[in-house]
């Protein structure tokens, strides 16, 4: 297990270009964010949105956007992770599944929304 993370975390690397031209399925970004739903986020908030830019004329805005780097060019998708400023409104929402289920109390839950 130890060494299974040690060789995800070194074996890792920011890709910088990509070949040209191969489409990215619906399939494998459902599969992408079947997984991302996972990710923790401070207070459970789930602030993450992500946007999935794969029309040429948008990702040529996001390509100027973004300093004109090349790999934005070249890939097959790019996917905008927004941060929602206000996720903190639903914070009420998040929290009340745990309450009935009995991993909060109303008072927990109330200082948890606070
Ligand atoms: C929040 C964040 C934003 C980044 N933005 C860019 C970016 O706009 N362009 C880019 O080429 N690399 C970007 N990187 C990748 C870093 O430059 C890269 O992690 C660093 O050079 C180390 O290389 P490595 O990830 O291959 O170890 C970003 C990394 C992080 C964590």
Redesign the pocket.
């Known amino acids: 297990m130890l060494n299974d993370f040690e060789s995800v975390v070194k074996s890792?690397?920011?890709?910088?270009k990509f070949t040209q031209g191969i489409d990215i399925s619906q399939k494998e970004l459902e599969q992408i964010f079947s997984l991302v739903k996972f990710a923790p986020s401070a207070y459970n908030l789930q602030h993450a949105n992500y946007v999935v830019v794969t029309d040429p004329l948008m990702k040529q805005k996001v390509y100027e956007a973004?300093?004109k780097?090349y790999?934005i060019q070249s890939s097959s998708a790019v996917i905008a992770v927004l941060g929602d400023l206000e996720a903190y409104k639903d914070s009420a929402r998040i929290n009340e599944g745990l309450f009935h289920l009995g991993f909060f109390s109303k008072q927990e839950l109330d200082s948890e929304v606070e």
């Open positions: 890792r690397r920011s890709a910088s973004a300093y780097q790999k």
